[in-house]
């Protein structure tokens, strides 16, 4: 198992994944600090899945979602619970849409990603960000490799030290707003929220 079956496992798991994933909505804090009381806000969701629950809270905020998948089963899912979202159909590494958002939220996707990935995905970030557009991002609490499990398929997790990230963020153009490690009230997740600087460059 390396970084590069994480799409196809999760093409293989989709139906599984889809019945299976909780919808209590756990992540609201962290979407309502991304969104900060913005309305009509254009949202970059990465690795979004079949799109519940996070995409149908921006989408029930008002707001217009841009859905990225590397999976197809997963994005057919997306696009039969959203259908006026748009839905593309590409891998988050190298994205290039030509647009720039308000709100990027990359959960529990961003962390499939080897090390390496992860530190190319920060030109992604910025290019895609409004000036002072907010990113939710979840990572591990340290400098860690584990593997997990989706349905009956092995998946993979990485993640840099908080430092690198920190470090990551700000020559970016990102200032880091809050990291909760493994916090009780997104059910053991660890989450950044980061938010752009006031110019583009």
Not at 119 to 138: I, N
């Amino acid at each position: 198992m390396d970084f590069n079956d994480i799409l196809p496992a999760y093409d293989r798991v989709a139906d599984h994944w889809v019945a299976t994933r909780n919808r209590t909505l756990f992540e609201r804090g962290a979407l309502s600090a991304a969104l900060d009381g913005q309305t009509g806000a254009a949202v970059l969701d990465l690795g979004c899945g079949a799109g519940l629950p996070i995409a149908r809270w921006f989408t029930d905020q008002g707001c217009a979602v841009t859905g990225v998948d590397g999976s197809k089963r997963m994005l057919d899912h997306f696009r039969g619970n959203l259908p006026d979202a748009r839905a593309v159909l590409a891998d988050m590494r190298g994205l290039s849409l030509g647009q720039r958002f308000d709100v990027i939220v990359a959960w529990d996707s961003f962390f499939h990603l080897s090390r390496k990935a992860q530190c190319a995905m920060f030109p992604v970030f910025k290019a895609h960000a409004a000036p002072g557009a907010r990113l939710v991002l979840t990572t591990g609490p340290r400098d860690s490799e584990a593997m997990g499990q989706v349905g009956e398929e092995p998946v993979i997790h990485a993640s840099l030290s908080p430092d690198a990230y920190r470090a990551l963020f700000a020559a970016h153009g990102f200032e880091v707003l809050w990291f909760r490690p493994d916090d009780a009230e997104f059910h053991g997740h660890s989450v950044w929220l980061a938010q752009r600087s006031g110019g583009i460059a």
